[in-house]
């Protein structure tokens, strides 16, 4: 692994099946970032557990996820692709930081707030230690940049006041993080109640379209996404469904929100959503087709994933074992 380049950490939940707003908020920068960064992308599946999981579906959901970071381009060899559980330095590196997080401060955490409300027979404390984890995953690995979202931008924040305090008190030990959110689509909205995310956990399917969907629901999806009564294709903040769509359609093309506004000035919302449709489709059926590729060859995904974990427990074992005689833990006798 290259020391000279900066250092990227990120992760994805394999809780469910991964959305149009996982991909352009998270993925399809990290394919960017590869070759200019020392790149670490992990399927985060212990923190899928603080909400109920079946276990063969976790196990599922968590290959596939390995299979489409592959297939939209992530390359194992120039990049640490690997499971979280398989890494148990996240875990005790968590365990640590937990005494250095304040219940304030994972008090305030909107997304804890939100689970809860979803989930509340089962508001257990991994849900709400949840950020200190998070905290690990970037700092175990001395990450300079993580490229996320914008609903991880709190928990962002809360890593470097956590990463902050640490060294504050044991001198540098831990690279403090900057966040990489992309000013096109860090935030992809539902398709019918676009003042809310879009997100994997929604239980109408039509708000969301699927990394895996098939073109015809993909455009059927599109057909039904929510618009407004003025007819008229422009970004603003009165405007969420058309914006939303507009969002969508510069991130998946490539194209300025100026231009696309003046691509479509003069067409009703009906061809309009056709299009942005057709540009979802193409961006995305030649990923469906590699999936369905590297799925098929276990014994290349099975090396991968064996790799993976012995190349990210190298470097976290180097940060746990500064962190851990830093806090005082009496030395191994080997
Ligand atoms: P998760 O699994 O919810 O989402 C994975 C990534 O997708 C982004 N994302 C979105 N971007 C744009 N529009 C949306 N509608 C949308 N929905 C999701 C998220 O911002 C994220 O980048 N806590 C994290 C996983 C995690 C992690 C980490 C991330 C655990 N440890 C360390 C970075 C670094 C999460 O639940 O992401």
């Known amino acids: 692994m290259a020391e000279d380049k900066k250092r990227i950490f990120s992760g994805m939940q394999p809780s469910g099946l991964i959305t149009l707003g996982n991909y352009l908020g998270a993925l399809n920068n990290w394919t960017k970032l590869q070759d200019d960064y020392d790149c670490l992308y992990c399927i985060v599946d212990m ?49 640590i930081l937990n005494c250095f997080t304040y219940m304030g401060e994972l008090n305030r955490m909107t997304q804890f707030k939100d689970k809860c409300a979803k989930h509340a027979d089962n508001i257990n404390a991994g849900l709400y230690t949840y950020p200190s984890l998070m905290a690990a995953d970037i700092l175990l690995y001395q990450a300079d940049l993580v490229p996320v979202g914008e609903d991880q931008r709190q928990h962002l924040e809360l890593t470097r006041d956590i990463a902050q305090r640490f060294n504050g008190v044991y001198g540098d030990v831990f690279t403090v993080p900057e966040g990489y959110i992309s000013k096109v ?62 969002g969508i359609y510069c991130a998946v093309t490539d194209t300025k929100m100026a231009d696309a506004e003046r691509e479509f000035a003069n067409v009703g919302y009906g061809t309009f959503k056709t299009a942005v449709g057709e540009a979802v489709v193409a961006q995305l059926e030649p990923i469906q087709k590699r999936v369905h590729e590297i799925e098929a060859d276990k014994a290349y995904l099975d090396a991968v994933i064996k790799n993976g974990a012995e190349k990210a427990n190298y470097i976290a074992t180097r940060t746990l074992s500064k962190v851990q005689k830093k806090v005082g833990f009496p030395p191994r006798i080997r």
């Open 47 to 95: 923190h899928a557990i603080t909400v109920r999981q079946d276990p063969a579906k976790l196990r599922k959901q968590s290959r596939d996820l390995l299979t489409q970071y592959l297939a939209v381009g992530l390359d194992p060899e120039k990049n640490t692709i690997y499971y979280q559980s398989h890494v148990s330095q996240h875990a005790e590196l968590g365990w």
């Open 185 to 246: 689509g860090a935030k992809i909205m539902a398709l019918q109640e676009p003042e809310r995310k879009m997100s994997k956990s929604d239980e109408n399917k039509n708000n969301t379209i699927l990394l895996m969907d098939e073109p015809a629901v993909i455009m059927n999806k599109m057909k039904r996404a929510m618009t407004d009564s003025e007819n008229e294709v422009r970004f603003a903040p009165e405007k969420p469904g058309i914006s939303n769509l507009l």
